[in-house]
């Protein structure tokens, strides 16, 4: 099992400080929240994006995810939503990242219909992502919460630059138990966003284990540390910042991960 830290948690944070903490509290890789108001995103110049990837690799912390906004599910024309992906796909590249993630964003529509327009965009989308080595990952989240949603497109697709990712915390809100949620979402599966919360009203970052959410299921339905793949903790603190600061509660929530982990071996 492969940690990971998301930049929500320390947003507007400079690059070097990230790469900093990912590794005095032993965290291999970070997932980077992809907008304007960011260090990183698809506005950077090419020395600024290998300013940035040298960072990294230097002192040997990952680059998992370039974690975007496009809405692949939503209303409207193709075109703004395939040039978004596309310009997260060429960001993850130059930096050297494996990953992009995606929402779903199909608000009220028909579900059938949501799904239809995701697969097309997705389908769309993966030649580009197959040229550049980069995987897209269609998150657990808003229209498409549980695991079957995200699988039944992604399934649609049937690209292997086209993957889930599975954000925990949706998956429990749609009431799909972890066990559940990993079958179907297996076979796509990119990697794992951790969290916890205080209740389902109540979705003010917490530490890991403070919470509600079933971390230890979800690390058990991927086979605890025998797992090789990723674990990346997404604490919301962008969208609540009277929470506790990240940086104070890293150590711990490694700890914590590597506890449930060798748990569930």
Known sequence: MKLAFSTLGVPGMPMADVVRLATEHGYQGVELRAHPEEPVHPGLSASERAA?????????????????????????????????IAALVELAHDLGAQNV??????????????????????????????????????ETHDSHRAGADVARVVGAVGHRRIGALWDVMHTWLAGEDPASGHAVLAPHLGYVQVK???????????????????????????????WDGWVCWEYEKRWHPAAAELPDLLAAGRDHLLRLGAAGR
């Open 196 to 226: 916890d919360i205080a209740s389902a009203d109540d979705p003010t970052p917490l530490p890991l284990g403070a919470g509600v959410l079933p971390l230890a299921a979800c690390l058990d339905a991927l086979g605890g540390d025998t």
């Open 52 to 84: 940035v990837a040298e960072e990294f690799e230097k002192h040997g912390v990952e680059i998992l995810t370039v974690a975007g906004y496009a809405r692949v599910a939503a209303e409207g024309d193709d075109g703004p939503v395939l040039d978004e």
């Open 101 to 138: 993630r995606v929402f779903p964003g199909g608000g009220g529509q028909d579900p059938a219909t949501a799904d239809e327009t995701a697969a097309r965009r997705l389908a769309a989308a993966a030649p580009h992502a197959e040229d550049l080595g980069v995987r897209v990952l269609l």
